[in-house]
């Protein structure tokens, strides 16, 4: 009976181990296979969205909310790269490496009631969001607080829009005409007409505007999309003058005095890379104008999510502190995104020049009372030119599994485009390899023929 056991177990046991080591085996392939698998769709996801979406300029952003779920491996050197938006990932890295310097926690109970400070003109504004953002533009240097009113926004998209609503005049039977200096964002031209609203109407170029009446001009300097710095082109009176500060930042252009205008629309988006939080602020000197804008916000959403700006006042705590630090061992925000801009810059033109197929804008230096340093705009986007026999530019890149947004759509056209340089390092990496393979004597295997 014990010799039976034993040739019992001996046998069993090695049949057991046998398959515990196939299902083991067998576990580990399914395993890859389903890691592989959550990879191929996660990418395949990324160049779903990639595609470009037919005035869609605000659609969900190719990016995924974990950023070890964005980088692709070697092997995928083909895949299309979204460059349409200007979605500023590449700050991700900065805020990993600050660990949990920024973090914050909030109790179920707190940030309930609809109301921030009932005694301030625009009562949805949190107080320490708005003490960070006049001590961020203090040591910035780059717009004067004094004398101003603060109106927080979802975002400074919200803000245009309260300011023209603040603007326009009930009243009157004709809509008061916006206008921009081509090329000009955008976004100003869908938003303005998305409504079909009678009370504003977009009127295209500033520079070819000649109707009479009143205006309101948008200047966005540094503007999107071609980097230049700008002042107002249309100089007479009956208009009103929007500034959309949204890179007036010293990682993006030298910071040559501190803006002082009637209405100046600045974001975190372009500020610290948290376009996801949704939080822009206006500095805006007249009161009854300040007042229509908190009204516009309150008819449009009741104010401004109380968590996003508690997260953003703590963003721009971090920031502040940074820039404050007098540690050689701490890197502030603004310095960790101008390395990362000249990098992008210098590799760009690089690629630019050895393709021989594009052009890109020249900046010239200025002083940045900020830095100290003398340095050439580093704009947020290329604006790049296809140059002949190249005629749509889009369409081209497109070919080659670059997207990016046409000219027309900044009412200029077809042979420009803008390709944004904000996004994570390995998708800039690839398109500048891309694009300075593009030559001229490959140019018609590069355009498909
Ligand atoms: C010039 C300009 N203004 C405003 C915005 C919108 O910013 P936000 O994310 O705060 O709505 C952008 C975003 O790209 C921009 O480029």
Known sequence: MARFWNVFTLRNLLVLSLAINVSFMLRLVYVTVDIKREHMMAVDRSQREALPMQGAYLSVSSATSSPSLATFPDGDRDRAINLDHGDPTMYERFWQQEGDKATIVIPGWQS????????????????????????????????????????????????????????????????????????????????????????????????????????????????????????????????????????????????????????????????????????????????????????????????????????????????????????????????????????????????VKHSGMFSLPEFSPGFCKFTGRIFEPLPAFAWLKCEEPIEDCESFLRSNKILTRGGRHFGVGPQYVRISLLDRDDNFDLFVERLSSIRKDNLYQHMGE
């Open 112 to 351: 309930m009631s609809y109301f921030s400070d009932i005694g301030n003109l625009c009562w949805f504004l949190e107080p320490e969001f708005a003490r960070q953002v006049l001590r961020l533009h203090k040591i910035v240097g780059n717009a004067v607080t004094e004398n101003r009113h603060i109106v927080v926004g979802t975002g400074s998209t919200q803000l245009f829009q309260a300011v023209l609503y603040a603007l326009a005049s009930q009243d009157s039977e004709e809509p008061v005409s916006v206008v921009s200096a081509a090329p000009y964002y955008s976004s100003y031209q869908a938003i303005t007409e998305c409504l079909k609203s009678g009370l504003y109407k977009w009127e295209g170029d500033a520079r070819s505007f000649a109707k009479e009446g009143r205006f309101i001009e948008l200047v966005t300097s540094p503007n999107n999309p071609d980097g230049f710095l700008r002042d107002s082109v249309l100089n007479r009176s009956g208009g009103v003058l929007v500034h959309d500060f949204a890179y007036y930042w010293p990682q993006y252009t030298p910071i040559t005095s501190s803006a002082d205008y009637d209405i100046m629309l600045f974001t975190v988006s372009k500020t610290t890379g948290h376009a996801g939080m949704r939080i822009g602020w206006a500095l805006v000197k007249d009161r009854e104008i300040a007042k229509r804008m908190v009204k516009y916000i309150e008819l449009n959403s009741i104010g401004v999510s109380k968590d996003s700006q508690l997260r953003a006042a703590k963003v721009l705590k971090v920031v502040c502190d940074s820039c404050e630090s007098s540690s050689n061992t701490t890197e502030s925000l603004f310095e960790f995104a101008y390395q990362l801009m000249v990098e992008r810059w210098q590799n760009l033109r690089v690629a």
